[in-house]
Nanobody
């Protein structure tokens, strides 16, 4: 069974950093474009960052310059480095590839 498993969420003060990781079973990471989404309470799920198989990255404007997505095809993992976190970054963060979703990891940023 294909699985995506996120880790690395937590509670951090504004201005702090967290690094999220998405680990996949099989060869999901090396085969597909991988995205990070987030969903805050009462809001729609939002695409945050995307990385192609070749490593090209794209970001939503609100996180440009603060977040960095990377992939390790050999290790079958994708990471999201989040710096200078803001309270508005508070959400559940999900890893997504093809038709597969992880269970999400909570990120809470306090002011």
């Amino acid at each position: 069974q294909v699985q995506l498993v996120e880790s690395g969420g937590g509670l951090v003060q504004a201005g702090g950093s967290l690094r999220l990781a998405c680990a996949a079973s099989g060869n999901i990471i090396s085969t597909y474009v991988v995205d990070w989404y987030r969903q805050a309470p009462g809001k729609r799920r939002e695409l945050v960052a995307t990385i192609t198989r070749g490593g090209f990255a794209n970001y939503v404007d609100s996180v440009k310059g603060r977040f960095s997505i990377s992939r390790d095809n050999a290790e079958n993992t994708v990471s999201l480095q989040m710096n200078n976190l803001k309270p508005e970054d508070t959400a559940v963060y999900y890893c997504h590839a093809h038709i597969y979703w992880g269970q999400g990891t909570q990120v809470t940023v306090t002011s």
